[in-house]
């Protein structure tokens, strides 16, 4: 049995819990960070800048000796990294859209412009915008990334937001313009369009393009291949992979890191550096305790989001966190929610615009709530409460 030095990153406390519909108590989390520190992976993801709860689950590992292993997902702002800092992380994964789709929606410069308002990337944008979307994206992230490693002394990785959707040439001149600052750079198939076949020859292509720096991947379930794109990207060079246990997460979820392990084992004869084998049942079995399962590929189920960051895309763009032509989103509400969760309720579902300082409120109080009484709201419950004047 050849041994492979690649790592193994989980997920699961993160991406995983975003999964519209799940709520992992913060005892559940708190023995699921233990469990999976037992399989020998390389790290963990947090994301403390979620709410308090999530901020004091992150030092409270932290202090139970876990700082090794802890990575911070984090915004692209000095504040959130100095907060990520603050709960005593040693590492983050600082994070931002790629793909020209999602620096359209989201460049702070374009957004003020009349002229694209109500506009996406499939409109007849000019090529000098892409151009200056392209570049502002490159200076916001590197500024970002120097005061990380430098100012913070952090360790960084950076997770390209839907890179399998990027132009090609533009995403080697980001690999090449943060390398100085990265361990890791992260290639996210954000809404699982990659096939096997491209997922060999990106990587590849990718390496031929570039130097010293070393790529990871993190595959979503979209269409059904997020296995198979992960074990083909590993063979063609990825030397990182981002996943869940039993493949959790948004939509159809992430790849399973347990498929993972024993995909590269049964199918390729390569077991990986420091993985203890016989502690990932122990990760599945409790998950199946749980109830919790990925919703499956191309259902309805995979179409309802909870996670603030993709709502207030898909508000304006119903193809930025949706791939599929025939999708119908569904939005639910949660610790993970922001105001754009009930902007789209109101605004786009009922067509009754409320005050953004009722937003505001809405998104704190259920943020409470959804702590307190461990689960998510539907819209219908969101509505019932604001009929009932709790949002006052």
Aim: glycine share 6%; with cysteine.
């Amino acid at each position: 049995m050849e041994t492979l030095p690649i790592k193994i990153y989980d997920e699961t406390l993160r991406d995983g819990e975003q999964q519209a519909g799940i709520f992992f108590s913060y005892p559940t989390k708190q023995k699921l960070a233990h469990l999976i520190a037992q399989t020998g992976v390389a790290g963990f993801n947090v994301m403390p800048c979620v709410c308090e709860q999530e901020s004091e689950l992150t030092k409270t590992l932290v202090s139970e000796g876990f700082d090794r292993l802890i990575t911070a997902a984090t915004l692209m702002q000095k504040q959130y990294i100095d907060h990520a800092k603050d709960c005593g992380v040693k590492r983050i994964i600082l994070f931002h859209g790629l793909s020209d789709r999602l620096l359209f929606l989201r460049d702070p410069q374009i957004r003020l412009l009349n002229e694209f308002k109500g506009k996406t990337i499939d409109d007849d944008i000019p090529a000098k915008i892409i151009e200056r979307i392209r570049q502002n994206a490159i200076d916001v992230i590197v500024e970002n990334l120097h005061y990380a490693t430098t100012v913070a002394g952090l360790r960084v990785d950076f997770a390209a937001e839907d890179a399998s959707r990027a132009d090609f040439d533009f995403l080697v001149q980001c690999i090449r313009s943060f390398g100085p600052y990265i361990e890791h750079f992260m290639l996210c198939d954000t809404v699982g369009v990659l096939t096997p076949e491209k997922s060999y020859i990106w990587i590849n292509d990718l390496l031929q393009r570039t130097t010293g720096v070393a790529f990871g991947v993190h595959y979503h379930n979209d269409m059904g291949l997020a296995l198979e794109n992960t074990l083909q990207s590993i063979m063609s060079g990825a030397s990182y992979v981002s996943g869940t246990f039993c493949g959790i997460g948004e939509r159809a979820g992430n790849v399973a890191i347990e498929q993972v392990l024993n995909g590269l084992r049964v199918r390729f004869g390569i077991e990986v550096k420091g993985i203890n084998y016989d502690a990932i049942a122990t990760v599945t079995d409790y998950m199946e305790e749980l109830g919790v399962y990925p919703a499956s590929p191309y259902s309805q189920t995979a179409q309802r989001h909870e996670s603030g960051i993709h709502v207030n895309s898909l508000f304006s763009d119903p193809q930025s966190y949706a791939a599929l032509p025939y999708n119908s989103i569904e939005v639910l509400f949660g610790k993970w929610s922001g105001v754009s969760n009930f902007q789209y309720l109101f605004e786009k579902q009922l067509q009754n615009p409320q005050p953004r300082k009722l937003y505001e409120k809405m998104r704190s109080v259920i943020k409470s709530l959804a702590v307190e009484q461990e689960r998510y709201f539907t819209a219908n419950e969101v509505l019932e409460l604001w009929k009932n004047g709790v949002f006052k």
